[in-house]
């Protein structure tokens, strides 16, 4: 599984668009890149996932960059709710878990 | 649609005694990971099977830990015997993206 980096943290507004990038120069051809969120004391939360192509769910939108290198998760409409660790993975089977992006959502 | 269970979902216990964590995946995925999460450490995965099978074990820390999926429906992670630095929040998940359960909180004393 490639490595992938990480801003330690990052802060939004509540209702404006939250923007984690993420950084997997070493993804190889067949591995995908998926996002988890942690909420305090619960199990990862699977949000996205994708190849090449950029993804669209009911939580969330994921771009990915034409190289592959790099992605962007976007939650369009930031809730307070959405205070978590976000982390970034590029793998096939398994996935390697780094320190993630702690979101802080403010009023 | 019932998600990943675990079971207990805290265990408290003294050092020396074995411990067994449960895990049902979700009904149909082919695949189950056991994980561990510590302040230090992060998450790490221990184990993943494939249709039962243990395909990557590289993660187990020691012989003191075992797992074992005797069928789809069902898997243990073993301590024996257990030790304080066990102590950590162990994770089954199930299914490729994986879904995870709420995890076991261990401590050992």
């Known amino acids: 599984d490639a490595k992938t980096t990480q801003p330690t943290s990052m802060d939004c507004a509540e209702g404006r668009a939250a923007n984690l990038p993420c950084n997997h120069s070493?993804?190889?051809?067949?591995?995908?890149v998926y996002w988890y969120r942690q909420i305090h004391s619960q199990g990862p939360q699977y949000i996205i996932h994708?190849?090449?192509n950029n993804e669209t769910n009911e939580m969330a939108s994921l771009i990915i960059t034409e190289d592959r290198k790099s992605s962007t998760l976007i939650l369009p409409h930031a809730t307070l709710r959405d205070t978590a660790v976000y982390y970034c993975?590029?793998?096939?089977?398994?996935?390697?878990f780094g320190k993630g992006t702690m979101l802080l959502v403010s009023p | 649609d019932a998600g990943v269970i675990q079971s207990p979902r805290h265990e408290v216990t003294e050092m020396g005694q074995e411990v067994t964590l449960r895990c049902k995946p979700i009904?149909?995925?082919?695949?189950l990971f056991w994980y561990r999460q510590t302040m230090m450490r992060g998450l790490e995965l221990l184990i993943y099977?494939?249709?039962?099978?243990?395909?990557?074990d590289s993660g187990m820390p020691e012989d003191r830990f075992s797992a074992k999926m005797p069928n789809a429906s069902f898997s243990t992670l073993k301590i024996q015997p257990s030790e304080p630095r066990d102590s950590a929040v162990y994770f089954c998940?199930?299914?490729?993206?994986?879904?995870f359960g709420d995890g076991t909180r261990l401590s050992i004393l």
């Open positions: 998940a199930s299914g490729q993206p994986q879904h």
């Open positions: 070493t993804i190889s051809g067949n591995e995908y």
């Open positions: 994708g190849l090449k």
């Open positions: 993975f590029s793998g096939y089977s398994t996935l390697t």
């Open positions: 009904s149909g995925h082919n695949s």
């Open positions: 099977f494939n249709n039962n099978v243990p395909i990557d």
